[in-house]
């Protein structure tokens, strides 16, 4: 990957606060928004979301989800020069007893502090989502397959 | 749907170009992007697209897709209250020669006139998705399960 096109990708995972996630529904895609947070070494992608929202209860019968960060329309731009990576891999939801659930909710909490009343309510969970494979368009017909290491690679 | 709602349904559809797009791919859902415009009813969505991009080629295998039309965050708000649309159909191909083509290509050009070029180009098509159903987040808990009937009528 050339240099403009790593330096692109690294600040779209380190900035993009929300995710468009792809799940299944009875066998249909069904995308919907999740407010997200990385990895800082880029190996895991993290949301809290209600048993409610659809995603969670689609999550539940099928983990295999897609994400994809953005870079948000600014209605000047060729909207196809946008960079963006859609992130295959499966959905897990964090143990609360474990060592991991603290350290990701204070790095959630950093980025989205008024989610913090939602922690002590029973029915939200913190998902994980270790990407498997990517597809990265950093910029018009600039189009990278990404394994999870190629991700790791471009952000340390 | 409250007024308030209604009328944030309206400006996402009217305004918004780009739309998160939800395929299958051997049977993991998949999130790409594509420029779109609405018709001006609410009764079809339009993106043209290569073949070769990755929803072009899932959708010859499984038309069913879904379209998130999202607010964009702007780094300020609760993310969880940008107003989005999940809109799930089909998507297929217009044909060149119907009288539907080229109404819409004008359309989409109007809004996109830098994909001009594209249209000379055989591996592009210009695909309609007919929603059948919807769910709409107004706002965080507004939330609204939408049939294509409901979208035509806030919209008119």
Known sequence: MDT?????LVKLIREQRIAAIGTLRGG?????????????DGSAFYFHA???AHHSQNIVRE????LMLSEPDDWGRDPRTLARIGIRG?????PREGTAYERVKAMYLARFPESAAHFSLGD?????VE???ARYVAGFGRIFNL???????AIT
Request: aromatic content about 6%; proline content about 11%.
């Open 147 to 153: 394994s999870a290491a190629d991700i790791m690679a």
């Open 63 to 66: 983990p295999r989800v897609s």
């Open 90 to 94: 499966e959905a897990r939801a964090l």
């Open 131 to 133: 990407p498997v494979a």
């Open 50 to 52: 209600s048993a409610l």
């Open 28 to 40: 249909f895609p069904e995308v919907s928004m999740v407010p997200v947070v990385a990895e800082p």
């Open 124 to 128: 939200f969970a913190l998902y994980r």
């Open 4 to 8: 403009e096109s790593r330096d692109t």
